[in-house]
């Protein structure tokens, strides 16, 4: 994922919370996987699976617990500033998501073959920053740069990061510790 932030005196366009925004538990999934709001966005949490579950998040972004919450129900959490946060489950380790709040709407996301297209970029200043699920925000900050839009196309070409494996990749649960993984229900 990529966007620019504009730097100061290049237009800044409004991407304000509007619509609704919801990270949906089904099958022991959260969908979708990655999901970009405006920063204020309220973020539903609606739990269709016929078990309890509980979502957290300890992560810079925004960090909370929404508690155990049964089948049916739903809770929600308001993003109030720029930021990843990692979305998981205390009871099944298996669920993660990953919401990006930001304040601008000049994003993309990239597409099956690891590129991505920015449009209808006013002509401008900006700092181009980069998001890859895995890979450390310290190495990502190395890959931001700024860029300048005139009013041709701008080609950045490549740029390279590792990626990870999401099956390689683990968590702790809500209190720092591994998941137990023999107390497990067939939930």
Same mark, same amino acid.
């Given at each position: 994922?990529?966007?620019?932030?504009?730097s100061?005196?290049?237009?800044?366009?409004?991407?304000?919370?509007?619509?609704?925004?919801?990270?949906?538990?089904?099958?022991?999934?959260?969908?979708?996987?990655?999901?970009?709001?405006?920063?204020?966005?309220?973020?539903?949490?609606?739990?269709?699976?016929?078990?309890?579950?509980?979502?957290?998040?300890?992560?810079?972004?925004?960090?909370?617990?929404?508690?155990?919450?049964?089948?049916?129900?739903?809770?929600?959490?308001?993003?109030?500033?720029?930021?990843?946060?990692?979305?998981?489950?205390?009871?099944?380790?298996?669920? *993660?998501?990953?919401?990006v709040? +930001?304040? &601008?709407?000049?994003?993309? $996301? %990239?597409?099956?073959? =690891?590129?991505?297209a920015?449009?209808?970029?006013?002509?401008?200043?900006?700092?181009?920053?980069?998001?890859?699920?895995?890979?450390?925000?310290?190495?990502?900050?190395g890959?931001?740069?700024s860029?300048?839009? *005139?009013?041709?196309?701008?080609? +950045?070409? &490549?740029?390279?990061?590792? $990626? %990870?494996?999401?099956? =390689?990749?683990?968590?702790?649960?809500?209190?720092?510790?591994?998941?137990?993984?023999?107390?497990?229900?067939?939930?």
């Amino acid at each position: 994922m990529a966007w620019l932030a504009p730097s100061p005196g290049s237009p800044a366009l409004p991407f304000a919370p509007s619509g609704h925004y919801t990270l949906l538990q089904k099958n022991r999934t959260f969908i979708p996987h990655l999901q970009v709001i405006p920063v204020g966005a309220v973020v539903q949490f609606p739990n269709a699976d016929p078990f309890f579950h509980n979502v957290f998040s300890l992560f810079e972004g925004k960090k909370f617990d929404l508690g155990l919450y049964e089948a049916g129900s739903s809770k929600s959490v308001t993003f109030p500033r720029e930021g990843v946060s990692y979305i998981f489950c205390n009871i099944h380790p298996e669920m *993660s998501a990953v919401i990006v709040a +930001l304040s &601008t709407p000049l994003y993309s $996301i %990239a597409n099956a073959d =690891n590129s991505f297209a920015l449009h209808d970029i006013p002509p401008g200043d900006y700092r181009l920053h980069l998001w890859i699920e895995g890979v450390p925000q310290s190495y990502l900050a190395g890959l931001s740069r700024s860029v300048h839009i *005139s009013s041709r196309v701008l080609d +950045l070409g &490549t740029i390279s990061a590792p $990626i %990870a494996r999401h099956a =390689n990749m683990t968590h702790m649960n809500k209190f720092g510790n591994a998941y137990d993984r023999e107390s497990q229900t067939s939930y």
